[in-house]
């Protein structure tokens, strides 16, 4: 079980291969994870909850392109920090591949929590090492790591564990939620409430509202429903005030809103009568309203499951100060992750690309999806590979719609580099270029 809502892994631990050649990072793997349990209970699982390679990748699996999931999808980077460490291409792409995706509302400071076993050079640590909290396993020699299992190896341990169940805590609590209104008075119904909130919360995503006596505060409601990824109300004897929090769901809710009518139930005359008007002056896109009717309990929770993986926040696809969006197609979705890797090397600009293109997408939300990318970011980057060019030249007039005030530019792969360097010959062919784009379209030095 994970403890961080939307992450695949609560914790990422990475480090250089040499370093573990005695076994030392698989011991500290292990007791950190007993550690942890004990501290936080059964919510955290050692085995769900940490990612180790060793451990977690099976035979035949892709090797990089696991880690690259499990690094993009885990809450918490534990790098091992070593001369090694900071010399291998490896766990440079670990590093880069987590910063590309935090979890939502989470800093980069909040989610890197480094240990170091060697001497390294300080020169070496970008900026977020550099300010990041960092532990010593150093023993006494200053040059070796602290035997495992000695006294002061377990205090240090411990000392750790600590500071992430208090950083895992944090980010838990900045998750977005899920928002289960009031249930009629029916014990079905009351307990049909408590089920689903168990299964929700077992999906690691927290409900809201607490109490549900705030549900009488107008205000209160409306914050909630606000901040919650996905709403959901019953149908069924409902009362004037779960009526009136579907409204104010459809208009405060950022996800979607799901109604619920139990097989079995019927609707009051109240309730047919404001249904009717209530979809009929529906002025939302459908896709952010469901109601359920004649679905089984375990059909109404595969739907949750569904809506929570298709609207879970990732703070990859936020371009919010974004200094540039990289754009492309799905054919060229690898070069554009490979050329993001490339200019983090050089650069120190946020720099994003359509994760997005990545997940099965309806036509709609694909647009949709477009549109808040497009606007996010200062610069604009065409990223012209494997894809046709009447699919990039579309994007390029809706970014132009989208956010005229942003430079964009082309950026050449092959296939046939020379034919489309006869159709873009002001385009874009190397890092170098890309880099020098960039620090203009800023007014920065790389």
Known sequence: MRYVPGCQYDLFISYAIADDCDGWVGQFEKALGKELNQLLGRQFSPKDSIFFDKRDIEVAQSFPETLTHASRDSAILIPVLSPGYLTSPWCHRERTDFFSKLPYGAEPAGCLAPIQIRPIDESGLDKHYRDAQRLSFLSDDGQTPIATGSPAWTSRLREFAGQIRNALQRLRQKSRPVFLGKAPETDRAQNLRTWLRMEVERGYFRIIPEYLQSLDDPEVLRVG?????????????????????????????????????????????????????FERDLKITSGLYQRLTGKNDQELLSVIDEQLTRFKPASGNDLSDAEMGLICEEQDIAGVRQLKHDIAARHSAKVEYPEFLESRLTAMD????????????????FYYGA????????????????????????????????????????????????????????????
């Open 225 to 277: 429903l606000g901040e919650a990824a996905l709403a959901i109300h019953f149908l069924g004897e409902a009362d004037d005030a779960t009526m009136g929090a579907i409204e104010t769901s459809i208009v405060a809710c950022s996800g979607p809103t799901i109604l619920y009518q139990p097989f079995g139930t019927k609707l009051t005359t109240d309730e047919q009568m404001w249904l009717a008007d």
């Open 366 to 381: 694909r647009l949709r999806k477009w549109t808040e990318y497009l606007r996010g970011a200062e610069a604009h980057l």
């Open 387 to 446: 894809a046709e060019r009447d699919r990039l030249d579309i994007i390029w007039q809706k970014a132009q719609q989208s956010r005229p005030d942003a430079q964009r530019e082309w950026f050449l792969a092959p296939p046939d580099i020379d034919r489309k360097r006869e159709q873009y010959p002001d385009a874009l062919l190397n890092i170098d270029q890309v880099v020098q784009f960039l620090s203009k379209a800023k007014g920065t030095q790389p």
